[in-house]
């Protein structure tokens, strides 16, 4: 079990430019999640994906912000037309069901900046 | 729409004090419940669940927390604390019915133990 792993670790970008950030779950998990967490707050949910399937999608921030996940497995998370205020850790987790309940693993996350 | 609430901000302690670390949940449903700790430099990492049953449920390193369901909360503790404990504790909610996966977090509580 290698963990749920994420790159890049940190990406500083200027006002304006488009970011792509990738997750890879944990082996035969078949659930994905992205979350999103700025400073002193708890993650906030944006997206998740059961094999290729994304099922939610409601919560992402705006309309310049995208996720694929297209053979089931690792799964990418794009901001197109970064602002300052997209500057936070994006968080990607992922879990296995098994009788209605998972349990979710994170990875380490990516830090964004725009300058 | 869930929330959840954890009223401590920053708690300091010494070694060997006991902990407890508030969380409280508004939904109305049935709920799964769980304790995410970060410490510094590392990724989320889960420290218990509830599920259902027993509403004693313990977790990782001595951690425990019991669920109350007539006052929705589910406060963590911990008989003695340890240096090692210095970290930043979440609590997290998920709904058990419709469609939805995602986990609503708490804002934190840092724990800062002093040696």
């Known amino acids: 079990d290698t963990g749920v792993s994420q790159d890049p670790r940190h990406k500083i970008t200027k006002r304006g430019q488009n970011v792509t950030f990738r997750c890879d779950p944990i082996s035969e998990h078949n659930r994905l999640y992205w979350y999103r967490q700025t400073l002193g707050q708890g993650p906030e949910f944006l997206t998740y994906f059961q094999n290729e399937a994304q099922l939610e999608k409601s919560r992402l921030l705006s309309n310049r912000f995208s996720a694929e996940r297209p053979k089931g497995s690792f799964s990418t998370l794009e901001i197109q037309r970064t602002e300052q205020g997209d500057s936070a850790m994006y968080l990607c987790?992922?879990?296995?069901?098994?009788?209605?309940?998972?349990?979710?693993?994170f990875g380490p996350g990516t830090r964004l900046t725009v300058l | 729409a869930q929330s959840v609430s954890q009223h401590n901000h920053h708690v300091i302690l010494s070694e060997a004090a006991s902990l407890e670390l508030g969380c409280n949940y508004s939904y109305g449903g049935t709920v799964n419940l769980f304790w995410y700790v970060q410490y510094p430099g590392q990724h989320l990492q889960l420290l218990l669940k509830?599920?259902?049953?027993?509403?004693l449920v313990k977790g990782i390193k001595g951690f425990e927390a019991e669920f109350i369901k007539s006052k929705f909360s589910f406060n963590l503790r911990k008989p003695s604390v340890q240096w090692s404990d210095t970290a930043e504790y979440f609590c997290a909610v998920r709904s058990t019915s419709g469609s939805a996966r995602q986990l609503t977090f708490g804002s934190g509580t840092q724990l800062t133990v002093l040696p």
């Open positions: 987790a992922s879990s296995y069901t098994e009788g209605g309940t998972d349990t979710q693993y």
């Open positions: 509830y599920f259902s049953g027993d509403p």
